[in-house]
């Protein structure tokens, strides 16, 4: 199947800083990808739709001055947490659209902590 | 709004039994559901894919069926092994290929040797 790749895997930061984390698609191009978070013990919540070339798609609830996402090629999204603070842990994936077929196929997921 | 809903949100076999998980779903008007594994602190693999005009799909020891008109479906796991603990996530996607999915809170597996 396709693969996704996220970028990094885990990252630790200090209270105030900025945080970015690439999704790549790496065998095939996806016009849109979407990000998830998902805190402990529970599932996968959507927070955005990434749309390359425009603007993302930001679900209620999540803020997008805060949730900074570039869709900057058909093959890479980045989200930027932006001014992280401990209530921003949590584990972050993104997904796309498998090239040509319906499935949704997820990266490894990006684990943020913020003390 | 979709809800997704699984049921048990945990569960407990001895290795070797069968078993079935339940994933209901509100609005019937879905495009494909998935089935999704994840293990602990880890990305999610797909395991099945079944779209709204099919009822059931296979796929080695996992069988998933679909009842689209009552928003149920159904993933059976034959002969478990300790192998097979782990998260599993039922997901339903509505409107066109692309869109964003709905997922459920899951199920917890464990399998004892």
């Known amino acids: 199947g396709a693969v996704v790749s996220q970028h990094p895997s885990r990252v630790i930061c200090k209270s105030g800083t900025s945080v970015k984390i690439e999704c790549r698609s790496l065998?095939?191009?996806?016009?849109?990808m979407f990000w998830y978070r998902q805190f402990p013990k529970q599932s996968l919540m959507l927070m955005a739709t990434?749309?390359?070339?425009?603007?993302?798609?930001?679900e209620q609830g999540v803020e997008k001055d805060k949730f900074l996402i570039n869709h900057a090629s058909l093959t890479l999204s980045t989200l930027t947490v932006t001014s992280a603070h401990p209530e921003d842990s949590s584990f972050y994936i993104c997904?796309?659209?498998?090239?040509?077929?319906?499935?949704?196929?997820f990266g490894p997921g990006t684990r943020l902590t913020v003390l | 709004k979709q809800e997704v809903t699984q049921i048990p949100a945990a569960l407990s076999v001895p290795e070797g039994e069968n078993l079935v998980l339940n994933c209901s779903f509100t609005?019937?008007?879905?495009?494909?559901l998935q089935w999704f594994r994840q293990d602990p602190g880890k990305g999610l693999t797909s395991l099945l894919l079944?779209?709204?005009?099919?009822r059931e799909q296979t796929s080695g020891r996992l069988n998933a069926s679909l009842d689209k008109s009552s928003g149920r479906s159904t993933l059976y796991i034959a002969a478990s092994q300790p192998g097979d603990s782990a998260t599993y996530l039922c997901?339903?996607?509505?409107?066109?290929?692309?869109?964003?999915?709905?997922f459920g809170g899951g199920t917890r597996l464990m399998v004892k040797p």
């Open positions: 990434s749309n390359e070339g425009s603007k993302a798609t930001y």
């Open positions: 997904s796309a659209p498998g090239g040509g077929v319906d499935e949704q196929f």
């Open positions: 065998d095939f191009q996806a016009t849109t």
């Open positions: 609005d019937s008007a879905i495009y494909n």
């Open positions: 079944i779209q709204s005009s099919q």
């Open positions: 997901a339903v996607s509505v409107g066109s290929a692309g869109n964003m999915l709905t």
